[in-house]
């Protein structure tokens, strides 16, 4: 697929009219097609549901949650709408779609004009899902009046609530995991068209493993325009999807050189490129080299059989030594080589830092750089820019590394990362992946990638050293593309952890464990809008394959054909 933008909530507006305006799709069209969405969804994904009550807002949003409450009906389920605020208040698509409730059959109307009045309908918290159509992405905060109180009257309420646009209460524009101010809970959450910050940013729902997915409703690519520079990192997989040719060969795949490792009287750190390594294969790079200091070469072989090693002179400490720059020996070390991951569980000695710099300058090819290799830079911050000059050089520090690399703190990371991620992107023209909750991949041309997959059973070491291996194996099979190839990698790993946690838990999740799902998140197709036409989610986060199960359960009215069926990762079937 395309690259997903990221738009604010006034460019989510000026999208929606320049499709009415300029692509002349009515309005009141853009509402039934995301109502069909929402009763779609809602079907999906609580199929035991059969008592819905809507609350409903006095603006589009609501309008969006009556029409998906007379669909849901027309689906034979029990449906409530309750309105938050006088019917004088409705106007335009809105009061067209109240005008349309009229009559409706399985459609009890409620109404709440006043905070008062909401102790009278307590009786529409007896519901098996409650669908969230109060607020939507105009809403400024902070929550007031009909919303207020009837969030609070939601107080103790068991029933799972289905988001319409984002949780009402939720600034579009947020770009905060948490909030201070209230906010409606959700279990899901259905948006429409493209995501805004706050659907890749915040925690929407009480869980992380809950789904946030965006559902096409008409918008044509052309009105869906954006300056923020900020795109979905899971629109990339569509490049690691793509077939192989037919005369292809290991040769066509790259050769992902890792350097790292040390095994002595400082301690042992071969796992770290051993598992650099293994990624680089899993992700499909032809030929894959570990070089590491001759005494971790027995450990890292039997990783496995299929990689290749190359002994590395070491340290009486057993770290690499700086001899190792001998002209003719780096010239056969990096014969062949395509592309280099350089740092896992190297060590920072100062002949191990002087052997790192001698080789990233000897080393021409794109490059990738993790732990040990980011704090030599970090002490030589001068390196980075010249290193960059007429190459990719990929970046993947934790908040950490990231405050060594830029002379501040980790907090200070934190509190801005979006910023500081961007601003040493542009500043020193490489690729910044910046590790966390929400990784993000800044660009040196300002374009930042957010990535939603990932759980915080990832917590854990060795799972930068994975996700090095990864990059470097995708970056080694489309060198042509590598903006494209990191946000890719960035995102498998995120989602094959997001599977094996589905098949373990996220307390006992290892690094490795994500390597063993990394073919079930190739074949993903819940991150991408289906070729044969519009009617299908993209889902930000929160499903596995077993939602299919579930997404066909169920009848639902005679369009139900027309409407999406699932929003899972499931696998493609053959």
């Given at each position: 697929?395309?690259?997903?933008?990221?738009?604010?909530?006034?460019?989510?507006?000026?999208?929606?009219?320049?499709?009415?305006?300029?692509?002349?799709?009515?309005?009141?069209?853009?509402?039934?097609?995301?109502?069909?969405?929402?009763?779609?969804?809602?079907?999906?994904?609580?199929?035991?549901?059969?008592?819905?009550?809507?609350?409903c807002g006095t603006g589009n949003n609501g309008g969006d949650g009556m029409m998906a409450a007379r669909l849901l009906a027309e689906g034979g389920l029990d449906v409530t709408v309750l309105l938050l605020g006088a019917t004088a208040r409705l106007k335009g698509d809105a009061a067209m779609a109240w005008s349309e409730l009229a009559g409706a059959r399985r459609v009890a109307v409620l109404i709440a004009a006043?905070?008062?009045?909401?102790?009278?309908?307590?009786?529409?918290?007896?519901?098996?899902?409650?669908?969230?159509?109060?607020?939507?992405?105009?809403?400024?905060?902070?929550?007031?009046?009909?919303?207020?109180?009837?969030?609070?009257?939601?107080?103790?309420?068991?029933?799972?609530?289905?988001?319409?646009?984002?949780?009402?209460?939720?600034?579009?524009?947020?770009?905060?995991?948490?909030?201070?101010?209230?906010v409606y809970p959700a279990d899901a959450v259905v948006t429409f068209t493209a995501p805004k910050p706050a659907h890749v940013f915040g925690a929407l729902t009480r869980r992380w493993d809950q789904p946030v997915v965006v559902a096409p409703i008409g918008s044509p690519e052309a009105a869906i325009v954006s300056a923020l520079h900020l795109d979905w990192a899971g629109s990339s997989l569509a490049l690691a999807?793509?077939?192989?040719?037919?005369?292809?060969?290991?040769?066509?795949?790259?050769?992902?050189?890792?350097?790292?490792?040390?095994?002595?009287?400082?301690?042992?750190?071969?796992?770290?490129?051993?598992?650099?390594?293994?990624?680089?294969?899993?992700?499909?790079?032809?030929?894959?080299?570990?070089?590491?200091?001759?005494?971790?070469?027995?450990?890292?072989?039997?990783?496995?059989?299929?990689?290749?090693?190359?002994?590395?002179?070491?340290?009486?400490?057993?770290?690499?030594?700086?001899?190792?720059?001998?002209?003719?020996?780096?010239?056969?070390?990096?014969?062949?080589?395509?592309?280099?991951?350089?740092?896992?569980?190297?060590?920072?000695?100062?002949?191990?830092?002087?052997?790192?710099?001698?080789?990233?300058?000897?080393?021409?090819?794109?490059?990738?750089?993790?732990?040990?290799?980011?704090?030599?830079?970090?002490?030589?911050?001068?390196?980075?820019?010249?290193?960059?000059?007429?190459?990719?050089?990929?970046?993947?520090?934790?908040?950490?590394?990231?405050?060594?690399?830029?002379?501040?703190?980790?907090?200070?990371?934190?509190?801005?990362?979006?910023?500081?991620?961007?601003?040493?992107?542009?500043?020193?023209?490489?690729?910044?992946?910046?590790?966390?909750?929400?990784?993000?991949?800044?660009?040196?041309?300002?374009?930042?990638?957010?990535?939603?997959?990932?759980?915080?059973?990832?917590?854990?070491?060795?799972?930068?050293?994975?996700?090095?291996?990864?990059?470097?194996?995708?970056?080694?099979?489309?060198?042509?593309?590598?903006?494209?190839?990191?946000?890719?990698?960035?995102?498998?790993?995120?989602?094959?952890?997001?599977?094996?946690?589905?098949?373990?838990?996220?307390?006992?999740?290892?690094?490795?464990?994500?390597?063993?799902?990394?073919?079930?998140?190739?074949?993903?197709?819940?991150?991408?809008?289906?070729?044969?036409?519009?009617?299908?989610?993209?889902?930000?986060?929160?499903?596995?394959?077993?939602?299919?199960?579930?997404?066909?359960?169920?009848?639902?009215?005679?369009?139900?054909?027309?409407?999406?069926?699932?929003?899972?990762?499931?696998?493609?079937?053959?």
């Amino acid at each position: 697929m395309v690259a997903m933008h990221i738009l604010s909530a006034a460019e989510m507006q000026a999208c929606d009219r320049a499709t009415t305006d300029r692509y002349g799709i009515p309005s009141i069209e853009l509402m039934r097609a995301a109502a069909l969405a929402v009763a779609s969804f809602a079907r999906a994904e609580f199929p035991q549901a059969r008592r819905v009550t809507v609350l409903c807002g006095t603006g589009n949003n609501g309008g969006d949650g009556m029409m998906a409450a007379r669909l849901l009906a027309e689906g034979g389920l029990d449906v409530t709408v309750l309105l938050l605020g006088a019917t004088a208040r409705l106007k335009g698509d809105a009061a067209m779609a109240w005008s349309e409730l009229a009559g409706a059959r399985r459609v009890a109307v409620l109404i709440a004009a006043e905070a008062a009045d909401l102790e009278k309908h307590r009786s529409a918290l007896a519901a098996d899902l409650i669908v969230d159509a109060v607020l939507g992405t105009g809403f400024l905060p902070p929550l007031r009046g009909m919303a207020l109180a009837a969030r609070e009257w939601l107080t103790g309420c068991t029933a799972p609530i289905l988001a319409v646009d984002l949780p009402s209460g939720w600034p579009a524009d947020a770009a905060e995991a948490m909030l201070d101010s209230p906010v409606y809970p959700a279990d899901a959450v259905v948006t429409f068209t493209a995501p805004k910050p706050a659907h890749v940013f915040g925690a929407l729902t009480r869980r992380w493993d809950q789904p946030v997915v965006v559902a096409p409703i008409g918008s044509p690519e052309a009105a869906i325009v954006s300056a923020l520079h900020l795109d979905w990192a899971g629109s990339s997989l569509a490049l690691a999807q793509a077939p192989r040719a037919f005369a292809a060969n290991k040769g066509s795949f790259g050769h992902v050189l890792v350097v790292g490792g040390s095994f002595g009287w400082v301690g042992g750190k071969a796992g770290a490129p051993a598992m650099a390594a293994l990624a680089a294969l899993r992700a499909g790079a032809g030929l894959v080299t570990a070089a590491v200091p001759g005494p971790a070469l027995p450990v890292v072989a039997a990783f496995a059989p299929e990689l290749m090693t190359w002994p590395l002179a070491a340290t009486e400490a057993g770290q690499i030594a700086v001899k190792n720059l001998d002209e003719a020996q780096l010239a056969a070390l990096l014969a062949g080589k395509t592309v280099l991951a350089l740092g896992p569980g190297m060590g920072q000695s100062e002949e191990t830092a002087k052997f790192a710099a001698g080789l990233l300058a000897a080393a021409k090819m794109p490059a990738v750089l993790d732990a040990d290799a980011l704090n030599i830079l970090a002490a030589r911050p001068a390196l980075i820019g010249k290193m960059a000059k007429g190459r990719t050089l990929v970046l993947t520090p934790h908040p950490g590394e990231m405050a060594r690399l830029v002379g501040g703190t980790a907090a200070e990371v934190q509190a801005n990362r979006l910023g500081v991620a961007r601003t040493f992107a542009q500043r020193f023209g490489v690729t910044l992946v910046l590790k966390g909750a929400r990784t993000l991949v800044a660009h040196p041309d300002g374009r930042v990638a957010v990535n939603t997959s990932g759980n915080p059973g990832m917590a854990k070491g060795g799972s930068g050293d994975v996700l090095t291996g990864l990059i470097a194996g995708l970056l080694a099979q489309y060198p042509a593309n590598p903006a494209r190839a990191v946000e890719a990698a960035v995102h498998l790993h995120g989602l094959a952890a997001d599977l094996a946690v589905r098949a373990a838990d996220e307390h006992t999740l290892l690094a490795t464990d994500s390597l063993a799902l990394l073919a079930r998140a190739f074949r993903s197709r819940g991150h991408a809008v289906a070729p044969e036409g519009p009617n299908r989610y993209v889902c930000l986060q929160g499903h596995g394959p077993e939602q299919e199960s579930r997404a066909n359960s169920g009848d639902f009215h005679e369009n139900q054909e027309k409407l999406p069926t699932r929003c899972a990762h499931e696998p493609r079937r053959r």
